[in-house]
């Protein structure tokens, strides 16, 4: 049976479970604004929408803590075509949903799946991609959520605006928000699918002592189906002597996670996803419709697509660079210029906005109590505002807090690591989804210096604990967190992978594979 070979090609397709996350935050933006869905659901705010939306997280967070069981067990590639199923049944209930209940029962079990998949395709690319390119595949996972967020917006959009009278028709049909939540079944049927057709992760056929299967899959992945090329070899050893050293060590998978030179990195992987949530992303993402309502600019749902197009075109270029410019100054830089959109646009709404009164409410805006009212300049800068704070998290946050959890880890532990980092996540994706309607409605202008504060933190906590991982393989991450060199300060980027197949090349060092036996050649 055909197996895809090409890294950029398999972590591309594998990206498409980061797509069903994107899917997902559209299906719920893009029909706050309809009047299908407010009339159908009557009219949730505060904390009964905050509940609807927060369900979907709730679901991701258990799916995030059970992955590593499922991944470590049955293989990535699995445990992903499990998360497919669970996709298509969540999005089958949602799409036949009659009450508030059903439709939060659909969103959990997709959300099992979003849980699943965000934590297991970082861990599937990263094991399968060489060092040189890690962090741009790894990116596609960004990237795929970003996809998925603008294309299920625009089909969200146009059922909005194509069924019945329009979004703001009091009468539109509930086809409005029935058909974009049922047509998101079709990436996961595809993912499902093509799956069948991809490798294991090498690295993951190593913990199961199928050493030829793995050996053949680096060749095929990395020497163009040669088992004796030379960096085919090196990967091959250093993959060895990383797993012999991990079970010499002889303590639990889980016990492994808390030994004190393992547990500050399995604490930053959990920072990075949890910053990634507090620095107020994805409550742009769910809650922009909201936001520009308080803006009174332009039609709201129009307006904020444009948010979605820049989070997709401005994520490509931190997948071209990110090799080349590295995590430690995407997240550094990425924290101060969050922080800094968000004063802004605080002290904008404080200072030229006023509270929803009925003399401003209309029935298009009555579900905020916050408004920037007649006062287009101000309003265009506290869109902008959004639009630059997208742009910022495209370039820095978005591909780093996915492509540096699922890299720092051992090979033995990474799967249940970058678990635990996901759930983190979701844990926070789920209070903030439920809280901020809420906060929107009671501290309104407020909650954006919260967010800002949080950056300022994010901030402080990169520049002293986060290491630059860049050009290092997998295996080596050991050498860059447990070297005793601060943080801040550089050190030389050299890998022990190209001495390794330098000595193989030249012939001074052999590899017996998959016997699993290296001699050196006097």
């Known amino acids: 049976m055909y197996q895809a070979s090409n890294v950029y090609f398999i972590c591309a397709f594998a990206s498409i479970g980061g797509g069903l996350f994107g899917f997902d935050i559209s299906s719920m933006s893009g029909v706050l604004g309809t009047q299908a869905y407010k009339q159908y659901f009557d009219n949730p705010k505060s904390y009964r929408q905050g509940a609807i939306t927060a369900s979907m997280p709730a679901g991701s967070l258990v799916g995030s803590l059970v992955s590593s069981f499922i991944a470590d067990k049955l293989s990535r590639k699995v445990a992903l075509q499990i998360s497919c199923l669970l996709w298509v049944f969540g999005s089958i209930i949602q799409t036949a949903a009659q009450n508030v209940g059903m439709l939060c029962a659909g969103r959990v079990i997709a959300g099992l799946c979003v849980g699943i998949a965000s934590s297991i395709v970082p861990v599937y690319q990263s094991e399968i991609a060489p060092r040189q390119i890690r962090g741009r595949v790894v990116s596609f996972q960004q990237w795929a959520i970003t996809w998925g967020i603008l294309i299920q917006y625009f089909i969200q959009y146009g059922a909005a605006e194509g069924v019945g009278g329009g979004p703001n028709d009091p009468n539109q049909p509930t086809a409005a928000f029935r058909i974009p939540w049922g047509v998101q079944m079709v990436p996961a049927v595809i993912l499902f699918g093509g799956l069948f057709f991809f490798p294991y992760s090498p690295r993951w056929l190593a913990t199961k002592d199928r050493w030829e299967e793995a050996l053949q899959t680096l060749a095929r992945l990395h020497g163009k189906g040669d088992v004796n090329h030379p960096l085919v070899l090196a990967q091959y050893q250093e993959i060895e002597d990383a797993l012999r050293f991990d079970r010499e060590e002889a303590a639990s998978d889980w016990k492994a996670l808390v030994e004190p030179r393992m547990l500050k990195r399995v604490v930053l992987g959990m920072s990075i996803q949890m910053w990634s949530q507090l620095c107020g992303m994805n409550i742009m993402m769910y809650y922009i419709v909201y936001i520009m309502e308080g803006a009174q600019i332009a039609s709201p749902l129009l307006t904020a697509s444009i948010q979605y197009i820049i989070n997709v075109v401005l994520t490509l270029p931190a997948i071209l660079y990110l090799d080349k410019w590295g995590r430690r100054p995407s997240l550094i830089l990425g924290s101060f210029f969050l922080m800094t959109w968000l004063f802004i646009s605080g002290a904008l709404q404080q200072y030229y906005g006023q509270p929803n009164t009925e ?26 505002c959004s639009y630059l704070f997208v742009a ?28 635990l980092s996901t759930a983190t996540n979701w844990f926070w994706n789920m209070v903030l989804a439920f809280g901020v309607p809420p906060l929107l409605w009671n501290i309104n202008y407020k909650m954006y210096y919260v967010f800002g504060a949080f950056n300022a933190a994010a901030f402080i906590h ?37 001495h390794l197949e330098k000595e193989i090349e030249q012939g001074n060092l052999k590899v017996a594979a998959p016997t699993r036996q290296m001699e050196e050649v006097a």
């Open 359 to 384: 003399e401003t409410q209309t029935a298009n805006n009555k579900d905020i109590s916050w408004i920037v009212n007649n006062n287009k300049p101000v309003s265009s800068a506290i869109v902008s």
């Open 392 to 419: 910022t998290f495209a370039t820095t946050w978005g591909p780093v807090s996915w492509t540096y959890p699922a890299e720092i880890y051992p090979g033995r532990i990474r799967a249940k690591a970058v678990s």
């Open 462 to 498: 990169m520049f002293f604990t986060a290491y630059e991982t860049k050009g290092f393989t997998l295996e080596e991450m050991d050498d860059v967190f447990d070297s005793g060199v601060p943080a801040w300060k550089a050190r030389p980027k050299t890998s022990r992978l190209d």
